[in-house]
């Protein structure tokens, strides 16, 4: 007998019966799509296309379209690639850590979080295989047997840590993903009223039968995954981290950096599942599964993060004036005012001062706040990016080497490809899959419910459990 | 299913300090003070030491600018290396049982509460260490911290040194003081306070206190979030005054953490099986076990990416501290370099691996003492090359000091366990806690 002190907040409020929570996230994957739907995803899909054309143009005409020079060698590429795999660790983190602590507010959360998490990292390879500039060739960085002589990949380089890391983490989190799913796809599939739809969600979830033996396999599978992921979700920033770490350039090699690294990607994806969640929740009408104390939860930990984030900022900024190595207190100062400084402090105020605000309980309860801070993390997250390695590059040993960077239109129009994908692929998955987990969300009813209705169970509406077309056949 | 033995347990339970106890816990630090006797005696004389490390030293030249090489060397100075080894590191613990309330708090940790008491007992011998750091520094500071050598700063000394000066700022005397004084008056101060709102929960009930104490407890975690870093990098890293690392003070942090919550577990199972606490059950013990397995991790995943990253990029300024702890001092730091990464990686990770092995009482005890001892040797290896450089070694005054703070440490826990109920009775999590069931 599990108790719960009556000092914890309620997560589901409205005295949602099984029944209902079933209904009322089933009801917009089994609905026809909404006119606010179509607009959205044509938006995005036209973005997409934007995107893609300038990516083509990129991959056709070559690297030098972008803004990159001799001294600034990366820009935007790397930035925006540690910004997306950054904001892909919240829906590991979620699902995973959270399930650990046992977190009871992660069930009506970690879905959404996990399909950002997949859609992010993929985001991110794609700049990866955009700055190799000749994509044709990205399995040059695997480890495969080839005949061309002796080439091997160097295992001595971070990139390549990278890309063992990244893949790994992209197929644990995607198998975590679908085997959380199965229970969910397995409802859809029995009220499904016809058959394409019963063959598709049918084969998705893999004959679950709802048995108390696939139950327990279920959970059992859960915390294994939950197990693996949670070095993994560590591991993958901290190798991002050790791709500039490693080196020997101010600014960039600092031991601080891979817990710095996990606890800002850490913070950056709660900022974007909040972006994704109030969203979602509002249109989709889910604000007895995702109440206010779920936005408090999170802004909690985007707090909590920033300010590991800011203490790691004014550790690197004091230690670089108490190693009194020149280069690095020069790189520190220069951050801070030279001519990127409003790169600089725009990621100060983003990421330091900005979460601070959640410490007044009235904003960290307010939606509105919260979806606009959210906002701003993300945006200071960028600009985080952008300072370490642009301001670490752009002042070489040589003064005469010194230069700037500026964004072209396919630097930037490359970027807007990333967003279009991740939309298009978020707004697909928000339509045709459940976006909460019923299963889980059912588990927590009893224990954590506002009210508890008379009947737990409830009782099916409408006629597609009345009247099922095709489940009679199946037994 | 083992862990389903919910038969109303009592939550009234006295913990008792018996005279027994008292008395062991007496000869004990009697044996300490008798063993740093001896080994004082035997340093005095010239023995007692790795004296064949002289023999060594030319192998050595890599620490040319290590602190012993740049005045005399007296004998005493190993004992009150020794006594700043054990200081920082009872600091430590003593103030992770704090940091542990704290963020459960925070956190809004049901299953913590039944054992709350043990991590709040902990933060009481703070005032000790704190003293005797305050001490040490005082009356060794010269010997130990290279910095406050005469005229370092000064460009006419001879001891002048153009790095150590641009320090100066940070590290000098009175600020040095001061912020030592800061650390231990706030973690002790916000004890006191958090303490107090424990007893008289205890006594009037309510959610008032559970509320303050999220309040104060946050206040803390904001405090221990700045000093925790620069603790470390006073206590610590200030002692090889050239060198820096950023993860320092997170590697302290780490390090002192799964330290407390070692002594925490242990703490629970003996108690456990002395007959008290008896409403614990296999699921705190799980995930006690849990936790020290994970901040073991953590552990080596900053000692790690901190080695890495300066073994990588193989600077001078920053490879020299390994390098004097690998091959300086004529190899003599090699061994225990070793022993760290055994006793707090290899033997916890791989004894608590298994779900079982977290439910078992003997299993958990082997990992908490490797921890615990394990941790000893991390903050030996970074203290002692810097201050005795070659002198270093294990000999009675390494054993009679630890005694000595061990049993000082146990003798303050269980005064402070005899103070209050040993289960927080009215804390408004405490049924959560004693239907704590993981399976």
Not at chain 1, 320 to 342: D, H, I, K, L, Q
Not at chain 2, 139 to 151: K, L
Request: hydrophobic content about 50%; proline content about 3%.
């Amino acid at each position: 007998m599990h108790i719960t002190s009556p000092v914890r907040t309620p997560l589901v409020t409205g005295g949602k019966t099984y029944a209902d929570v079933t209904e009322d996230i089933c009801r917009h994957v089994e609905g026809k799509p909404t006119k606010e739907w179509k607009v959205a995803f044509t938006i995005s899909l036209l973005v997409l296309l934007y995107g893609a054309a300038c990516v083509a143009w990129t991959w056709w005409e070559g690297l030098g379209v972008w803004g990159l020079n001799k001294t600034v060698g990366w820009a935007w590429d790397i930035t925006n690639f540690v910004w997306w795999v950054g904001i892909g660790h919240a829906g590991t983190l979620i699902s995973a850590v959270l399930l650990l602590f046992r977190q009871k507010w992660r069930t009506s959360i970690n879905r959404a979080a996990e399909a950002m998490t997949i859609f992010a990292v993929l985001c991110a390879a794609s700049f990866i295989v955009m700055h190799m500039g000749r994509p044709w060739l990205a399995y040059w960085a695997l480890p495969l047997p080839n005949t061309f002589g002796s080439l091997w990949v160097n295992f001595n380089s971070p990139l390549v840590w990278d890309v063992f890391a990244i893949s790994t983490y992209f197929s644990v989190s995607c198998l975590f993903w679908f085997v959380g799913l199965v229970p969910d796809l397995a409802t859809i599939r029995d009220r499904a009223k016809n058959k394409v739809s019963k063959y598709i969600y049918g084969a998705l979830s893999l004959g679950w039968n709802g048995s108390a033996k696939a139950w327990a396999r279920y959970e059992y599978i859960s915390l294994i995954l939950a197990g693996l992921s949670t070095p993994l979700v560590l591991s993958v920033h901290t190798i991002v981290s050790m791709d500039f770490a490693t080196s020997v350039i101010p600014g960039w090699h600092t031991t601080i950096f891979p817990p710095y690294f996990v606890a800002g990607a850490i913070f950056s994806g709660f900022a974007m599942v909040q972006t994704l969640m109030l969203v979602t929740r509002v249109v989709y009408k889910l604000e007895d599964y995702i109440t206010l104390e779920h936005i408090e939860s999170m802004n909690k930990i985007i707090t909590l993060t920033g300010s590991i984030v800011g203490v790691a900022y004014l550790t690197e900024f004091f230690i670089a004036w108490y190693s009194g190595v020149e280069y690095e207190t020069y790189a520190f100062v220069n951050r801070a005012t030279g001519p990127y400084w409003w790169a600089y402090w725009a990621m100060m105020t983003c990421n330091v001062i900005s979460p601070q605000l959640f410490w007044s309980r009235s904003i960290r309860r307010s939606v509105k706040w919260t979806f606009f801070i959210s906002i701003i993390v993300n945006i200071g997250m960028w600009f985080e990016r952008f300072v370490i390695i642009v301001t670490s590059l752009h002042r070489d040993y040589i003064p005469s080497s010194w230069a700037m960077f500026s964004p072209t239109m396919f630097d930037i129009g490359d970027y807007i490809f990333s967003f279009g994908f991740f939309f298009t692929c978020f707004f697909l998955f928000s339509k045709y899959l459940p976006v909460i987990n019923m299963a889980e969300v059912k588990a927590i009813v009893k224990s954590s419910s506002e009210k508890l209705p008379k009947k737990v169970s409830g009782v099916a509406k409408g006629e597609r459990v009345s009247a099922p077309t095709f489940n009679k056949d199946a037994q | 299913m083992s862990a389903h033995h919910h038969e109303a347990v009592s939550v009234e339970e006295q913990f008792e300090f018996t005279s027994e106890s008292k008395r062991q816990l007496a000869i004990g630090f009697g044996i300490g003070v008798v063993l740093v006797l001896i080994g004082a005696y035997l340093l005095a004389n010239g023995g007692g030491g790795h004296e064949a490390a002289h023999g060594a030293a030319a192998h050595g030249a890599e620490h040319a600018h290590g602190a012993a090489g740049h005045h005399e060397y007296k004998w005493t100075t190993r004992l009150w290396a020794n006594l700043w080894t054990n200081s920082i590191y009872f600091t430590g613990i003593s103030v992770i049982g704090m940091f542990f309330i704290c963020y459960n708090y925070l956190a809004q940790a049901g299953w913590s509460v039944v054992f709350k008491r043990i991590p709040e007992a902990m933060p009481a011998f703070l005032p000790v260490t704190g003293l005797l750091m305050l001490l040490t520094f005082f009356v060794a500071g010269h010997d130990m911290f290279h910095w406050t050598q005469e005229g370092i700063t000064d460009p006419k000394s001879a001891n002048y040194d153009a790095i150590i000066a641009g320090k100066s700022a940070f590290l000098n005397t009175p600020f040095y003081i001061i912020r030592l004084v800061i650390y231990f008056t706030l973690w002790y101060g916000l004890w006191r306070v958090l303490r107090s709102f424990s007893l008289k929960e205890d006594l009037e009930g309510g959610t008032e206190y559970y509320e303050k104490s999220i309040k104060f407890g946050v206040a803390f975690l904001v405090v221990f979030a700045i000093t925790s870093s620069t603790a470390a990098w006073d206590f610590v890293m200030s002692i090889d005054t050239h060198w820096f690392s950023t993860m320092f003070g997170w590697y302290t942090l780490a390090s002192w953490h799964v330290a407390g919550l070692a002594v925490m577990t242990l703490t629970v199972v003996t108690l456990k099986e002395r007959g008290y606490l008896q409403a614990v059950n296999e699921s705190h013990l799980h995930d006690l076990g849990k936790f020290c397995f994970a901040f073991t991790v953590f552990w080596t995943y900053v000692w790690f990416a901190q080695f890495l990253l300066i073994y990588y990029a193989n600077l001078p300024e920053e490879a020299i501290y390994y390098r004097e702890r690998f091959s300086g001092y004529g190899g003599i730091f090699k061994g225990p370099f070793f022993i760290n990464i055994i006793l707090n990686f290899f033997v916890p990770f791989l004894v608590l691996m298994t779900r079982d092995a977290k439910r078992t009482t003997r299993v958990l005890k082997v990992a908490c003492w490797s921890i615990i001892v394990g941790h000893y040797f991390d903050f030996w290896n970074n203290v002692m090359p810097g201050t005795v450089g070659e002198h270093a070694g294990f000999g009675p005054v390494e054993f009679g000091f630890i005694l000595m703070f061990a049993t000082a440490f146990i003798w303050s826990v269980s005064t402070q366990l005899t103070k209050a109920n040993l289960i927080p009775r009215n804390h408004p999590m405490l049924e959560e806690s004693l239907h704590h069931d993981i399976a």
